[in-house]
């Protein structure tokens, strides 16, 4: 039932001719037999079950969203219309990133004090966010180069390489590297942040420590390698991920750890596709605003493997 049908006074149903469709404010009587007209329906907000509207400040959404200062954020540099979707995708990225980043940091910590369920449920969320973040490549996944190069020009130098907060995605996924912290060192809090993201171990190390606390046979030197290094691929932890996928049964809870980390890794593999394929269509071979070679540095970016011996214990099985 609508809300103005079931809120309608039974005494005025009772009392009110039918009014004609086509003349709303009539009631179907005729001029001479007229009835004073009808007090006018009370105004949206002024209803018994309509929503408050009554605020002495901000509303209690805005306190909370703060999309006041989220839609007034977007300030394009040309005045090709098609720039505001290339500036507002990049945004809702970056907003992704950080739901992910709070999702690993979350994951991470869980792992530490052996909490498996409270870190594979944050890796399932962010295995939602990272298929809702992939979905945000519709509206810039088929861009013609006339197009982008409409605003090109506008970016200057800016590129997606500088966003730190797709840095300490990679920092979690053991993808560490001490000169992606350079282009940060004018933003002191960005820059502290990421240096404590560098020193932190990864959310791979975290699960690692734990498979050793598990009893499983993580190499030494592995559990104590520096975590501000890259992590490098190693044929013993390949060789542990091989036991928990060959005896299941042993360890139920390891398996479902290991396919909630294949499903993130799978689909950070896929943005970074979907990224070059969205690059390759809208700048050929072009350079980057960034100054990288572009699409072939890119593709050389996308090759590289997340969790790998979670990919190449599989031949093992
Ligand atoms: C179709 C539009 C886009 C094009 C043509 C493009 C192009 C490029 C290029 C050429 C690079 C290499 C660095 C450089 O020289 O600039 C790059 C890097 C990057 N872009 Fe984009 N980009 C696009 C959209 C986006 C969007 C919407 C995001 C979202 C934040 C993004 C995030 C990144 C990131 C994070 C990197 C660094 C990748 C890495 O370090 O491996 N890009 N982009």
Same mark, same amino acid.
């Given at each position: 039932?609508?809300?103005?049908?079931?809120?309608?006074?039974?005494?005025?149903?009772?009392?009110?001719?039918?009014?004609?469709? !086509?003349?709303?404010?009539?009631?179907?009587?005729?001029?001479?037999?007229?009835?004073?007209?009808?007090?006018?329906?009370?105004?949206?907000?002024?209803?018994?079950?309509?929503?408050?509207?009554?605020?002495? =400040?901000?509303?209690?959404?805005?306190?909370y969203v703060q999309a006041?200062v989220l839609t007034?954020l977007?300030?394009?540099?040309?005045?090709?219309?098609?720039?505001?979707?290339?500036?507002v995708t990049t945004q809702v990225m970056e907003l992704w990133f950080t739901v992910i980043v709070h999702e690993w940091e979350t994951a991470a910590a869980a792992?530490?004090?052996?909490?498996?369920?409270v870190a594979i449920a944050a890796l399932k969320r962010s295995v939602r966010e990272l298929e809702a973040l992939n979905a945000s490549w519709r509206?810039? =996944?088929?861009?013609?180069?006339?197009?982008?190069?409409?605003?090109?020009?506008?970016?200057?130098? =800016?590129?997606g390489?500088?966003s730190a907060m797709y840095r300490r995605m990679e920092f979690l996924l053991?993808?560490?590297?001490?000169?992606?912290?350079?282009?940060?060192?004018?933003?002191?809090?960005v820059?502290?942040e990421l240096?404590?993201a560098?020193?932190?171990?990864s959310l791979?190390?975290?699960?690692?420590?734990?498979?050793?606390?598990?009893?499983?046979?993580?190499?030494?030197?592995?559990? @104590?390698?520096?975590?501000?290094?890259?992590?490098?691929?190693?044929?013993?932890?390949?060789?542990?991920?091989?036991?928990?996928?060959?005896?299941?049964?042993?360890?139920?809870?390891?398996?479902?750890?290991?396919?909630a980390l294949?499903d993130v890794a799978e689909l950070v593999?896929r943005w970074r @596709?979907d990224h070059?394929?969205?690059?390759?269509?809208?700048?050929?071979?072009?350079?980057?605003?960034?100054?990288?070679?572009?699409? !072939?540095?890119?593709?050389?970016?996308?090759?590289? @493997?997340v969790?790998?011996?979670?990919?190449?214990?599989?031949?093992?099985?």
């Amino acid at each position: 039932m609508s809300q103005s049908a079931a809120h309608e006074s039974p005494a005025r149903e009772a009392s009110a001719p039918p009014a004609d469709p !086509a003349h709303p404010h009539t009631t179907g009587q005729s001029a001479e037999h007229a009835k004073p007209a009808e007090p006018a329906e009370p105004a949206e907000g002024e209803t018994p079950d309509a929503p408050t509207v009554d605020f002495a =400040g901000t509303t209690p959404y805005e306190d909370y969203v703060q999309a006041d200062v989220l839609t007034h954020l977007q300030r394009p540099l040309s005045d090709d219309p098609g720039e505001m979707v290339f500036l507002v995708t990049t945004q809702v990225m970056e907003l992704w990133f950080t739901v992910i980043v709070h999702e690993w940091e979350t994951a991470a910590a869980a792992l530490r004090r052996d909490d498996i369920p409270v870190a594979i449920a944050a890796l399932k969320r962010s295995v939602r966010e990272l298929e809702a973040l992939n979905a945000s490549w519709r509206p810039l =996944g088929q861009l013609t180069p006339a197009q982008f190069n409409s605003y090109r020009d506008a970016l200057g130098e =800016g590129s997606g390489f500088q966003s730190a907060m797709y840095r300490r995605m990679e920092f979690l996924l053991g993808d560490k590297s001490a000169s992606m912290l350079v282009p940060h060192r004018g933003a002191p809090r960005v820059h502290a942040e990421l240096e404590r993201a560098l020193a932190a171990p990864s959310l791979y190390d975290e699960v690692l420590a734990l498979l050793a606390r598990r009893g499983r046979a993580v190499p030494e030197d592995v559990l @104590n390698r520096d975590p501000a290094q890259r992590y490098e691929p190693d044929e013993g932890v390949e060789a542990v991920w091989s036991e928990i996928y060959r005896d299941p049964d042993r360890d139920e809870e390891l398996v479902r750890l290991g396919e909630a980390l294949t499903d993130v890794a799978e689909l950070v593999w896929r943005w970074r @596709n979907d990224h070059l394929v969205a690059t390759r269509r809208a700048m050929g071979a072009k350079t980057g605003t960034g100054g990288s070679a572009g699409v !072939a540095w890119l593709e050389k970016r996308a090759r590289r @493997n997340v969790f790998p011996e979670l990919w190449t214990a599989r031949s093992h099985v």
